[in-house]
């Protein structure tokens, strides 16, 4: 009995996972289509061969959908190191990890996330979406800047602010369309970027203790 039970809530588990899966490909495809915001909640569910009420089931609602894409952002190798980069020993280190691991998170979810900032303007679910991204990234980068600057390792001149507003503009989405734009490959972007954080820190010789 205890074995059937347990294999019962193991298919049910799959089953769960599996179904979650499709809807959020069939988001997904939407959103890299650029036909996120003019589909309904059924359509959605079509396109994932599942019920309308399964999908409400599942994720309650639209922003229920887009959270659930910010989630699997979490799962990003790059955002990983992200959000660990605060906690590396030397400061310089961990700006430029950081730098250099934003502009290859936007390039593995480029288009998905060109269509959610589009959508911003327009569509509830995007635009909190975007909000709590942003203020993720602020966060980051205020912990780096200010463990730089507690170590001695902001170049003579440069701010706690003006760091900071260095820092947010070479990681912003944006920017790194900007660049992208102007007909950098994305190791020259990368390069860009992680030079320009460079030119705001100063060497570890000339940290003050």
Do not use: K
């Not at 950081?98 to 290859?104: K, N």
């Amino acid at each position: 009995m205890a074995i059937s039970r347990a294999y019962t809530q193991r298919r049910r588990a799959e089953n769960t996972a599996r179904t979650r899966a499709q809807i959020m490909d069939a988001v997904r495809r939407l959103l890299e289509e650029g036909t996120f915001h003019g589909a309904s909640v059924e359509e959605i569910a079509q396109l994932a061969g599942v019920s309308r009420a399964t999908l409400y089931q599942h994720f309650g609602s639209r922003f229920g959908l887009v959270d659930a894409i910010c989630e699997s952002f979490s799962e990003s190798p790059s955002m990983t190191a992200i959000q660990a980069a605060p906690d590396i020993a030397d400061p310089r280190e961990a700006a430029t990890l950081m730098i250099s691991q934003a502009i290859r998170f936007w390039d593995s979810e480029e288009s998905l996330h060109r269509h959610l900032y589009g959508l911003a303007e327009i569509d509830e679910s995007a635009a909190d979406f975007v909000q709590r991204q942003t203020a993720d990234r602020r966060s980051v980068v205020q912990r780096i800047v200010r463990r730089a600057a507690d170590a001695g390792a902001l170049r003579d001149g440069v701010s706690q602010a003006q760091a900071r507003a260095n820092l947010l503009l070479l990681t912003s989405f944006h920017t790194f369309e900007e660049l992208g734009a102007a007909g950098l490959t994305l190791n020259e972007t990368e390069h860009f970027a992680v030079s320009r954080t460079r030119e705001l820190l100063n060497s570890r010789d000339a940290e003050v203790v």
